[in-house]
């Protein structure tokens, strides 16, 4: 991949003012953003509180508007809140560590132990709802929130190498979905 | 699938374009000559195809207002918690261990309120206060028992209560706040003060000026920042030459003058009026000395007759709206092993007094020291505010 020069971040300007103290800067961010966490939510299995989820994404921004550094990208910071809201939400409902160990069982048994039912046609969302949490946030943010495999390292705190193998592991789980080979 | 290839980890990364330049020309010249790769590929592709058709979903209501909303009351809550309190926590987290000690002689201990119940009773005074706002946007002091001298303060008491409960995204309660501050604004005094003149103006200036301070934090346009100037000023240029504002008394449970003061001030530094920051650490400095045992408060013989007269005469039989307001703040801030215990037991405390049948479902009694002067409104007001901590 080659190096480019980044543009400046205007979201980075707008996050600097809000920590500042300006709500016009803060209310641009939530507008900018509020459609992109929406999604997020929904695509990472959230069914009828996404935007509740989405706010308490913003509340968090918020309360840690201080802690950014624009040396940070903005997106990398507002996904690392969203994906604890969406880890916290989880643990209410007692299903994040269940699937998460479920998963880690699979992944420790074997590399393609993801054999899911076959189906053609699945349903997009109901396929994406069938793969680990961890495989389904990569894909939800690379594939969906447009994330580079580096920022989703960023987000994930986990190694550029690891967000590889998982998008493998992804779309060979979903091609299984897909009956696609 | 040859998935045996050197290559096969590298299909999706290409796809995606996420591989190294070198890396890249590496693949492609691989993939012309191994048809399990080219397989690979256009089976991802395909897969990524179908994935983006996945659609958007819309969001139904800018989600701006309610987050600021939320981080309004959040940011209130933490200016509750901030260095003002705390200069006065040791001796109030003392009155009500004090307290709470004088009471556990007389009284068996009774079953915990839940916070349900707690969040429920503290919403039926909100609907009382609400149900009971006059026209104009004031609360009628004389109608239910107050001085009428008191009557911005006792408008501003109600205001606080309801700007400070969590639900704030009602558009019928932000009309009710701004009716609240635009009557206050209606009673300010060109020198900035609020009400009329007599010994009780402290209490009417700082308890109004720290109203539309809240009010105008969420609806900023609602009050013109010249009227905040303005009270500001006059609250500072009250203060006296020592830091406090009512020299008359001696210790923190009876100087609640300079306690609201203060809280206005300080809310006023974190909303921006840097300049008053001198007034307010003049202030906690002096209100930091009349702070009793900060030292002996850590060893638990320090529940001494002395602290216990001190501490007044909270029993079952009636409660002080004012000491037990200021004593939850305390004990909510300061982290005392017996803290959380002591708050449920206050909250309980507190509860027991509170009117559950008829026309004043809601409200509580103004039947304390204080109540003569300020009536149901002080009473019903302090209680909410009480059972927000």
């Not at chain 1, 707008?14 to 999604?39: D, I, K, P, W, Y």
């Not at chain 1, 643990?91 to 048994?109: I, W």
């Not at chain 2, 990364?13 to 190294?20: D, M, P, Q």
């Not at chain 2, 201990?109 to 609400?130: C, E, G, M």
Request: glycine share 4%; net charge negative.
């Amino acid at each position: 991949m080659e190096d480019a020069i980044e543009p400046p971040d205007a979201n980075a300007l707008l996050m600097l003012q809000a920590a500042q103290g300006s709500e016009e800067a803060f209310t641009e961010l939530v507008r900018t953003h509020q459609l992109n966490l929406v999604n997020f939510f929904k695509r990472m299995g959230a069914s009828e509180n996404c935007e509740d989820l989405a706010q308490e994404t913003f509340v968090r921004l918020f309360r840690y508007r201080r802690s950014y550094r624009a040396s940070a990208r903005f997106t990398t910071f507002l996904y690392h809140l969203a994906r604890n809201v969406w880890a916290d939400h989880g643990r209410k409902v007692l299903r994040f560590e269940k699937l998460t160990a479920e998963y880690e069982n699979q992944l420790n048994t074997s590399s393609t132990a993801i054999t899911h039912p076959v189906r053609e046609n699945a349903d997009i969302q109901d396929a994406l709802d069938r793969l680990s949490p961890k495989l389904r946030e990569v894909i939800v943010l690379n594939i969906y929130q447009g994330m580079r495999y580096q920022e989703v390292a960023d987000v994930l705190g986990i190694p550029l190498g690891t967000v590889k193998s998982r998008i493998n592991h992804a779309l060979a789980a979903l091609k299984e979905i897909f009956n696609e080979h | 699938m040859n998935t045996d290839c050197r290559f096969h980890d590298d299909v999706n990364a290409f796809l995606a374009g996420e591989l190294l330049p070198a890396e890249r020309l590496a693949f492609s010249a691989h993939l012309d000559q191994c048809p399990c790769c080219q397989a690979a590929l256009d089976s991802s592709s395909r897969v990524m195809a179908l994935l983006k058709t996945l659609p958007t979903a819309t969001v139904e209501t800018d989600l701006s207002a309610a987050v600021l909303s939320r981080v309004r009351a959040s940011e209130r809550k933490t200016f509750y918690r901030s260095t003002t309190i705390k200069a006065a926590a040791w001796a109030a987290a003392f009155a009500v261990i004090a307290g709470v000690w004088q009471m556990s002689q007389k009284t068996q201990p009774s079953a915990q309120v839940s916070k349900v119940i707690v969040n429920q009773r503290a919403s039926h005074a909100l609907d009382w206060l609400i149900q009971n706002q006059e026209a104009d946007g004031s609360w009628n002091a004389e109608r239910w028992g107050g001085q009428r001298n008191f009557a911005p303060a006792l408008t501003a008491l109600p205001l606080l209560a309801l700007v400070s409960s969590s639900d704030q995204s009602s558009p019928d309660r932000l009309k009710i706040l701004i009716r609240g501050a635009q009557y206050l604004r209606s009673q300010q005094n060109p020198d900035g003060s609020f009400g009329p003149f007599f010994h009780g103006t402290p209490y009417n200036s700082s308890i109004s000026t720290l109203a539309l301070l809240h009010v105008w934090q969420i609806a900023p346009d609602s009050i013109p920042k010249s009227a905040l100037d303005a009270a500001l000023a006059a609250l500072a240029q009250s203060q006296s030459r020592e830091g406090g504002w009512d020299d008359r008394h001696a210790s923190y449970s009876i100087c609640p003058i300079t306690q609201w003061h203060l809280q206005a001030l300080e809310c006023a530094v974190q909303l921006g009026w840097s300049e008053l920051a001198p007034s307010l650490n003049r202030g906690q400095a002096w209100l930091a000395k009349l702070n009793p045992l900060p030292e002996a408060g850590r060893n638990s013989s320090a529940t001494e007759p002395s602290l216990l007269a001190q501490t007044g005469e909270r029993t079952q039989n009636s409660i002080d709206f004012y000491q037990t307001y200021f004593e939850a703040i305390a004990l909510k801030n300061h982290a005392l092993p017996e803290s959380e215990k002591l708050l449920a037991k206050l909250h309980r405390d507190i509860l027991s007094h509170q009117i559950v049948e008829g026309p004043e479902t809601g409200s509580w009694p103004p039947d304390d020291r204080w109540g003569r002067a300020g009536g149901r409104l002080y009473s019903t007001a302090l209680a909410a505010l009480t059972l927000e901590h």
